[in-house]
């Protein structure tokens, strides 16, 4: 099964969701 390759690309895409959160938290943080 693929079970793996979807598990890899969901972490993956969660881990460039939680760079790009802390990105638009910091750019809040500096300039409110």
Do not use: C, Q
């Not at 390759?5 to 790009?20: A, D, G, P, Q, R």
């Amino acid at each position: 099964s693929s079970l793996g390759s979807y598990i890899s690309l969901l972490s993956v895409l969660l881990m460039l969701f939680i760079v790009w959160e802390s990105m638009i938290f910091k750019r809040i943080a500096l300039f409110p």
